[in-house]
């Protein structure tokens, strides 16, 4: 089956960068979309980013445009996300998601991602 693991989370001061990491197996990014996800104490989980193979299309939530950058290692199925200038309100467990048959209108709805993975803690403060 599809596993999903991310990694590269932890403690960063406000206006620094991190890298997380999401490393498949069972599954081919050159194929489906790969999805970024966030979820804050007490708040709903939210969209990051996202690529869809068919297209090599990047999508970006409005906080995220500008600051962070999604990419892949197409021979090894990993995506990555780059975070930089970050901030306080970027706090929060980050999930990688993936899934099949999905269209660009319905890249931003987690639901529409059938695997996921166990989430990395990103935590921005002084």
């Known amino acids: 089956q599809v596993q999903l693991a991310e990694s590269g989370g932890g403690l960063v001061q406000p206006g620094g960068s991190l890298r997380l990491s999401c490393a498949a197996s069972?599954?081919?990014?050159?194929?489906?979309?790969v999805g970024w996800f966030r979820q804050a104490p007490g708040k709903e989980r939210e969209f990051v980013s996202a690529?869809?193979?068919?297209?090599?299309?990047?999508h970006y939530a409005e906080f995220a445009k500008g600051r962070f950058t999604l990419s892949r290692n197409n021979a090894r199925d990993t995506a990555y996300l780059q975070m930089n200038s970050l901030k306080p309100e970027d706090t929060a467990v980050y999930y990688c998601?993936?899934?099949?048959?999905?269209?660009?209108?319905?890249?931003?709805?987690?639901?529409?991602?059938?695997?996921w993975g166990q989430g990395t803690q990103v935590t921005v403060s002084s």
């Open positions: 998601s993936y899934g099949t048959g999905l269209i660009t209108s319905t890249l931003r709805n987690g639901a529409a991602y059938t695997y």
């Open positions: 069972g599954a081919t990014f050159r194929r489906g979309a």
């Open positions: 690529f869809k193979a068919s297209d090599a299309s990047t």
